[in-house]
């Protein structure tokens, strides 16, 4: 379990040499020096003159800020010195949950525009830069929608009848309607970043499974629970066979929601537990490789949806973990649940940045610091926003959000992408943190500095992220094991810092 802890900005006179070397850094675009570790043990609290640049020792910074005078833009490499007191301890040893990645979603609003206003040359150069390496922002992570959303130019499943008809042994599944653009578009994806894992969510069952015959509003008919968990397994077979696979899968997105204008179903607690225990579950179970379930896929306002589902007997045990999303609730509601069921996973499957609030445009800070660092610190292995991608009016849609942004706008007349906040605020983890890293202990400061710290597989380097959220720059100190830097963070910025973890490559 890990608290934000109360801290101060202290002990910072530090040595003559120290003191120069600030003053020197805060000529060079306001940076003091910087970066922590290798993270060998040093004797500490010595003064020295500091040594010449020695490639060994850089820390690598890139900053991006609410004004957007920068946008995940490098500085100068800094150099390690022994330590000193410190704002933020890191500590490699102590380690938590390991990372499945970081994304948003496919939909099918994202694909189309990806596939039909993009020509060839500029829709490679943007998947190359969403999901291939570093200059990349390296994405990790997609959602797909089992059938349409509320961004989709129609509403459909992917077994419709007319009205009347029922198909239990779905004769007439077919994925067809997302094989022109959702598909290329993900097998692209895929060849990019062969890592790449994918968590599927239907907004509704077929409507002749339903009680309200249609894809609006309703739940799930019990005589149906067999046919939708086929349905489920049907789909994942599908996706695979034309070489994508599923990493895991959600019964219902937002499952105490029924919208009124566009798929959506309401699916109890309990009748999720019946679906899973009864069902899903078990037919998953005999396979020797298959998707794993994740519950709720909802708010964080009613943790005691997910509870009752891993207080069942019968269903806790098919459950790998639990999917929220950001629109309602506090984010405490994942550490309350992962407190009582530290061996489920946690997942933030998604949230949405849009025209709303008192700053419209802005979403750089309030990304980094609640679904970047706040999200990760309570437990999340995977951060998934919403679209990936939307038009200069937000959509296509029909119905549901119509001030949702993308991490990018396309242009749908010239097809110039414009990249937002929310490209920005997850670039800064997912093109630094590789699949497989583990969050490891770093001191929480106050309300306005917030960060989150990651060792790569096999100690090939440390990663930090800091916000600074106030008006105001602020000079921290972060400290490793004997090793430490000072930074002075820009006004409302967000900040990574990638470097060596010399020890554990030893």
């Given at each position: 379990?890990?608290a934000?802890?109360e801290g101060?900005?202290?002990?910072?006179a530090?040595?003559?040499?120290?003191?120069?070397?600030?003053?020197l850094?805060?000529?060079?675009l306001?940076?003091?020096?910087?970066?922590?570790?290798?993270?060998?043990?040093?004797?500490?609290?010595?003064?020295?003159?500091?040594?010449p640049?020695?490639p060994?020792?850089?820390?690598?910074?890139w900053?991006?800020?609410?004004?957007?005078?920068?946008r995940?833009?490098?500085?100068?490499?800094?150099?390690l010195?022994?330590a000193?007191?410190?704002t933020?301890?890191?500590?490699?040893?102590?380690?938590?949950?390991?990372m499945?990645?970081?994304?948003?979603?496919?939909t099918?609003?994202s694909?189309?525009?990806?596939?039909?206003?993009?020509?060839?040359?500029?829709r490679?150069?943007?998947?190359?830069?969403?999901f291939?390496?570093?200059p990349?922002i390296?994405?990790?992570?997609?959602?797909?929608?089992?059938?349409?959303?509320?961004?989709?130019?129609?509403?459909?499943?992917?077994?419709?009848?007319?009205?009347?008809?029922?198909?239990?042994?779905l004769?007439?599944?077919?994925?067809?309607?997302?094989?022109?653009?959702?598909?290329?578009?993900?097998?692209?994806?895929l060849?990019l970043?062969?890592?790449l894992?994918?968590?599927?969510?239907?907004w509704?069952?077929?409507a002749?499974m339903k009680?309200?015959?249609?894809?609006?509003?309703g739940?799930?008919?019990p005589?149906y629970?067999?046919?939708?968990?086929?349905?489920?397994?049907?789909?994942?077979?599908?996706?695979?066979?034309r070489?994508?696979?599923?990493?895991?899968?959600?019964l219902?997105?937002?499952p105490?929601?029924?919208p009124a204008?566009?798929?959506?179903?309401?699916?109890?607690?309990?009748?999720?537990?019946?679906?899973i225990?009864?069902?899903?579950?078990?037919?998953?179970?005999?396979?020797?490789s298959?998707?794993?379930?994740?519950?709720?896929?909802?708010?964080?306002?009613?943790?005691?949806?997910?509870?009752?589902?891993l207080?069942?007997?019968?269903?806790?045990?098919?459950?790998?973990?639990?999917?929220?999303h950001?629109?309602?609730?506090?984010?405490?509601?994942?550490?309350?649940?992962?407190?009582?069921h530290?061996?489920?996973d946690?997942?933030?499957?998604?949230?949405?940045?849009?025209?709303?609030g008192?700053?419209p445009?802005a979403?750089?800070?309030?990304?980094?610091?609640?679904?970047?660092?706040?999200?990760?610190?309570?437990?999340?292995r995977?951060?998934?926003?919403?679209?990936?991608?939307?038009?200069e009016?937000?959509?296509?849609?029909?119905g549901?959000?119509r001030t949702?942004?993308?991490?990018?706008?396309?242009?749908?007349?010239?097809g110039e992408?414009?990249?937002n906040?929310?490209y920005?605020?997850l670039?800064?983890?997912?093109r630094?943190?590789?699949p497989?890293?583990?969050?490891?202990?770093?001191?929480?400061t106050?309300?306005?500095?917030?960060?989150?710290?990651f060792?790569?597989?096999g100690?090939?380097?440390l990663?930090?992220?800091?916000?600074n959220?106030a008006?105001?720059?602020?000079?921290?100190?972060?400290?490793?094991?004997?090793?430490a830097?000072?930074?002075?963070?820009?006004?409302?910025?967000?900040a990574?810092?990638?470097?060596?973890?010399?020890?554990?490559?030893?």
């Amino acid at each position: 379990m890990i608290a934000y802890a109360e801290g101060s900005l202290n002990g910072r006179a530090g040595s003559p040499a120290a003191r120069r070397l600030r003053l020197l850094g805060r000529a060079v675009l306001g940076v003091v020096a910087v970066v922590a570790s290798g993270c060998a043990s040093l004797a500490t609290g010595t003064a020295h003159e500091p040594a010449p640049p020695d490639p060994a020792l850089a820390v690598r910074v890139w900053i991006s800020t609410a004004d957007r005078q920068q946008r995940l833009a490098r500085q100068p490499d800094a150099q390690l010195h022994d330590a000193e007191t410190a704002t933020i301890e890191v500590d490699p040893g102590r380690r938590y949950q390991s990372m499945v990645g970081f994304g948003a979603a496919m939909t099918d609003a994202s694909a189309w525009l990806i596939e039909t206003r993009l020509n060839s040359t500029q829709r490679a150069a943007l998947l190359t830069d969403l999901f291939g390496p570093e200059p990349g922002i390296r994405l990790g992570l997609v959602r797909l929608p089992i059938g349409a959303s509320d961004f989709s130019q129609t509403h459909y499943s992917f077994d419709d009848l007319p009205a009347g008809e029922t198909d239990p042994a779905l004769a007439h599944f077919s994925i067809a309607p997302i094989e022109r653009d959702v598909l290329p578009v993900m097998r692209e994806a895929l060849r990019l970043n062969p890592t790449l894992r994918v968590i599927a969510s239907p907004w509704s069952a077929p409507a002749w499974m339903k009680t309200t015959h249609s894809l609006i509003r309703g739940t799930l008919l019990p005589e149906y629970y067999q046919a939708f968990s086929d349905y489920l397994i049907k789909y994942v077979d599908e996706m695979a066979s034309r070489g994508i696979p599923i990493f895991a899968l959600t019964l219902q997105n937002e499952p105490h929601f029924e919208p009124a204008n566009y798929p959506g179903m309401q699916l109890t607690a309990t009748a999720r537990a019946q679906l899973i225990g009864r069902y899903l579950g078990p037919a998953l179970a005999r396979r020797a490789s298959a998707p794993l379930i994740l519950d709720w896929d909802h708010n964080w306002e009613r943790p005691q949806e997910p509870l009752q589902v891993l207080d069942d007997p019968v269903a806790a045990p098919y459950v790998a973990g639990i999917a929220w999303h950001c629109y309602g609730g506090s984010i405490a509601a994942q550490e309350q649940v992962h407190v009582a069921h530290p061996d489920k996973d946690t997942y933030l499957t998604e949230c949405s940045s849009g025209s709303w609030g008192p700053t419209p445009d802005a979403s750089l800070l309030s990304m980094a610091r609640q679904q970047i660092v706040a999200a990760t610190r309570g437990w999340a292995r995977g951060v998934l926003l919403w679209n990936i991608a939307l038009d200069e009016a937000g959509g296509p849609h029909l119905g549901g959000c119509r001030t949702c942004r993308g991490l990018v706008t396309i242009d749908s007349h010239t097809g110039e992408v414009t990249r937002n906040d929310d490209y920005y605020a997850l670039a800064h983890v997912s093109r630094f943190v590789q699949p497989g890293a583990e969050r490891i202990e770093s001191t929480a400061t106050d309300a306005g500095l917030v960060n989150v710290a990651f060792r790569n597989p096999g100690g090939a380097s440390l990663v930090l992220v800091a916000v600074n959220s106030a008006s105001d720059p602020r000079e921290i100190s972060v400290a490793c094991v004997g090793r430490a830097f000072d930074y002075v963070l820009p006004p409302q910025s967000v900040a990574t810092f990638v470097w060596s973890d010399r020890q554990a490559n030893r």
